[in-house]
């Protein structure tokens, strides 16, 4: 199954975790963004529009080609996590994607989390052995 893994940039090593425990269990990522360009490109993004114009390309098109998308709550907030929720719970929507699922204890609540298409679960481990 092809994975994406949405998280804050501040909780990187948390989005990695997840990212390994996938890769581990046999799937594969439709990005690895905590490795790219992501995690360098300056926090103001005008100074950098074309840089920053790829990396919402990249990452918008890898929740596009996910098979299921995993959302890593954290104590930090995210942004960018929020649009790739949001097209993934588009996708659930359609009946275009089978697992849109937020990880963790939810600290940042929002509406979203709680549509009927989003499934929680308190750890990825719990996630792969629903779906093994």
Partial sequence: MKIYVAGPLADIEKVRAVQVAVVAAGHELTL???RGSDVTVMVDHAA???LSAKIATDDLDAVLDADAVL????????????VELGAALA?????????????GRIQHESVFYFHPDVQ???????????VA
């Fill in 32 to 34: 690895d963004w905590t």
């Fill in 48 to 50: 950098a529009p074309a």
């Fill in 71 to 82: 959302v890593v709550m954290s104590e930090h907030d995210g942004r960018g996590m929020f």
């Fill in 91 to 103: 996708r659930a929507r359609r009946g275009e994607l089978e697992h849109l699922v937020v990880l």
């Fill in 120 to 130: 929680r679960m308190s750890a990825v481990e719990e996630w792969l052995i629903s």
